[in-house]
């Protein structure tokens, strides 16, 4: 993230591999940012932002909304857990999980990616924390 202050506002520039956010309450500032940057930069400008980093960005006149709908959606689909009972506790209460007891997964590696995309999720659904906290603890050796 890089912030440019001047008299009149801000510019903020989030920056991830090749995804770009341009922000800020200078229109001036973010102009000349985007012309300075198309100068030594191959990059297109898709106008305002609707989805970034698997977040859903709506603006209205009450304030910025960032959800994770899609991400989520796009998660349950790749796990194949489309068709699994919603429950509203994903974990049963007071449950104490070992990392002896039960066969080592077949597919670890798929494991460690649902989990880290579930680090992810987080950010917009606190509700899942703690289990996610629990499950994370397993991904060197899950069973």
Do not use: W
Request: contains cysteine; hydrophobic residues 45%; glycine residues 4%.
């Amino acid at each position: 993230m890089f912030i440019r202050t001047i008299k009149h506002g801000i510019c903020i520039i989030l920056l991830y591999v090749d995804d770009i956010l341009i922000s800020g309450n200078d229109l001036t500032s973010i102009k000349d940012v985007k012309l300075r940057l198309q100068e030594e930069f191959q990059m297109k400008d898709l106008r305002e932002v609707s989805y970034f980093l698997g977040l859903k960005i709506s603006l209205s006149k009450r304030g910025i909304y960032i959800h994770q709908q899609k991400y989520a959606l796009d998660l349950v689909s790749s796990a194949r857990l489309n068709d699994v009972k919603v429950v509203g506790t994903p974990m049963e209460l007071n449950v104490k999980l070992s990392t002896h007891v039960g066969d080592p997964l077949l597919q670890p590696t798929m494991y460690r990616k649902l989990v880290g995309s579930l680090i992810y999720l987080i950010m917009t659904r606190l509700n899942i924390a703690y289990v996610v906290h629990v499950v994370s603890q397993f991904v060197s050796d899950p069973r």
